[in-house]
């Protein structure tokens, strides 16, 4: 049978029995693992696990061939997540630019893109803009005067890509989101494959996102945080893969015993070298670019980095280091370092190369003369370019924006809110008359049209439960893939917490979207459970969690009419309002 998320070792990182703290004896009652075989087998499965495959027993009862069941097993790992991001791209491409509108924040980030992929940096437009650029297809003159925003570029560069190839119009401002939203299922597919070592597991992960309403709005929406969740997901998938590859190279560092199994070793454990770790350099690079999107990559960063040391140490404690820590602050923590912030910092500062190269006399970015003017007499300037000043004067005053920002708005919300659907934003919304932007013809009334960025319900509303699950597998379990996946909401949801004076919105959450969708598919896992349980429990199981699934793709199904823009009469919206707060 197909593997669950229980069925993988989640005691790969436990010290053996006589080592343990006595409070984790205590904690059994709480479900707390301290089996003494637990450290006994093959280190080398438990520093990388294998794959679960579908048992004979299922390919006979299918009454497929074995020569066939071996090409499928072989190549399910990539036809099960492209099937999946398949549909994905199906739905977030369907009628991509409708509605024909600016909608919500695309009058900042549509319009930035296309000029800072012509100009190098932003402008200040006519107030008029939108209605110009909807009626002549987009064909205007982009401005010279530099505006001030406050976003780096890297975000609206990806934008203005889509403009470049399909024109300064809804469909080719909405282009790149797409793309990276479909892209990103296909990610966490392969991120959940690997997670829990079960491609259907990864599968059921990336299915749920590409049914979670706030994420296909997102990829709908020529907005900054969609493109933040592509490189956040990107970063967390490289690290994964620097984190199997570090560990078969430590395992095939062991010695071998004579009945062929891989044993720990201190020595080896505390002297191997895990070499140069490309897939981390890479981590370093998305999140260089998630940074360059959205300064909220930062807390994204140090948490991330975190989370790989962590793993490091792991490694080396079941390979049998008597001091992992200080192992890996000699052997790994400096190129750690190395591969993650300075490439990140470096990545972010390219990102301005277009305001950078700007001209300096005035006519160039937002800032790019002010070492030469305001700044000019600066201490500092015999030691830094002008380039260099100017650049952190304008990070600095942006800083101060994002702090001060207070301005109430309608659709603002409490972080407190997020997790439970409590307050989406509606992007879009007018009242189309029978006959007209498909409002039917015999409605008797004005319908009602809105795009809304909400999260499907069934699938958040399960999601909480999910996360307390991951808690507690990661707290008593001692379930390292618990750990990373509420690492990755903490790190995306948590910070949120210290500015709940400043305006925010609950479409900040798509960044940790993906995350909220592992802890969901790690519940559908145990609910299932393992493969040694009996053939009832196990239906029981999979029936349960296939009502769970289903239920939460009827609930997609059921708010599409308020992802698309798609006209329904009013009572059938007022019926999808399940909560006041969500008009």
């Known amino acids: 049978m197909t593997s669950t998320a229980s069925s993988t070792d989640t005691r790969q990182d436990l010290a053996p029995y006589d080592q343990r703290a006595s409070w984790q004896q205590r904690l059994r009652r709480f479900g707390h693992r301290t089996d003494p075989a637990a450290p006994a087998g093959d280190v080398r499965d438990r520093l990388v696990p294998p794959y679960a495959e579908p048992g004979p027993r299922l390919w006979a009862a299918l009454g497929v ?3 066939l069941a071996d090409h499928v097993t072989r190549w399910s790992g990539w036809i099960g997540p492209l099937l999946v991001t398949l549909l994905a791209g199906v739905l977030r491409f369907w009628h991509l630019g409708s509605p024909k509108a600016v909608i919500f924040d695309e009058t900042y980030y549509a319009k930035d893109a296309w000029a800072i992929v012509h100009r190098g940096y932003e402008v200040n437009w006519d107030k008029n803009a939108n209605d110009l650029i909807l009626s002549t297809g987009g ?55 690997r997670l829990f070592r079960s491609t259907f597991l990864g599968c059921v992960a990336g299915t749920l996102m590409a049914v979670d309403g706030l994420h296909f709005v997102m990829s709908r929406t020529s907005l900054l945080d969609g493109v933040l969740m592509f490189f956040v997901l990107a970063a967390f998938g490289c690290l994964l893969i620097d984190r199997d590859k570090a560990r078969a190279r430590l395992a095939a560092a062991l010695p071998v015993d004579a009945d062929g199994r891989v044993r720990p070793d201190a020595r080896v454990a505390e002297a191997a070298r895990l070499g140069a770790r490309p897939w981390r350099w890479a981590a370093g690079l998305m999140m260089g670019l998630a940074i360059g999107t959205k300064w909220n990559g930062l807390y994204i960063l140090a948490a991330f980095c975190v989370m790989t040391v962590l793993w490091d140490v792991a490694a080396r404690r079941v390979a049998g280091a008597r001091r992992p820590y200080a192992t890996v602050v000699r052997r790994d923590l400096g190129w750690a370092f190395l591969a993650t912030v300075p490439v990140a910092v470096i990545t972010y500062i390219w990102s301005w190369a277009g305001w950078i190269f700007s001209p300096t006399d005035g006519t160039g970015g937002y800032f790019r003369n002010w070492a030469a003017t305001d700044g000019r007499g600066s201490p500092w300037s015999w030691l830094f370019p002008d380039w260099w000043r100017s650049l952190w004067h304008y990070e600095h005053e942006v800083y101060k924006f994002h702090v001060g920002l207070s301005s109430p708005h309608t659709y603002q919300s409490n972080p407190w809110s997020w997790i439970v659907d409590g307050r989406p934003v509606s992007y879009f919304y007018e009242s189309p008359s029978p006959g007209t932007a498909g409002c039917p013809a015999d409605a008797g009334q004005k319908c009602a049209r809105e795009v809304l960025a909400l999260g499907t319900p069934m699938l958040w509303w399960a999601a909480c439960a999910a996360l307390v699950y991951v808690l507690w597998r990661w707290f008593f379990r001692r379930d390292w893939r618990a750990g990373a996946i509420a690492c990755g909401v903490a790190a995306g949801y948590l910070p949120w917490f210290l500015y709940q004076e400043r305006t925010i919105f609950f479409f900040y959450a798509v960044v940790f979207v993906p995350f909220l969708c592992l802890a969901v598919t790690m519940l559908i896992g145990a609910v299932i459970g393992p493969p040694g349980a009996t053939d009832t429990r196990r239906v029981a199981g999979a029936t349960g969690a296939g009502v769970l699934v289903l239920l939460i793709a009827w609930n997609f199904i059921y708010f599409w009419p308020l992802y698309t823009g798609t006209a329904i009469p009013i009572e059938d919206w007022r019926a999808r309002m399940w909560l006041d707060t969500w008009v």
């Open 139 to 193: 064909h205007l003159t982009v401005p010279s005067d530099a505006a001030y925003v406050v976003h780096p570029p890297v975000g609206k560069y990806v934008i203005g890509l889509g403009e470049l190839m399909f024109g300064f119009n809804p469909f080719g401002w909405r282009f790149m989101t797409a793309l990276l939203g479909t892209l990103s299922v296909l990610l966490l597919c392969r991120i959940g494959r």
């Open 65 to 67: 061939p074995r020569r």
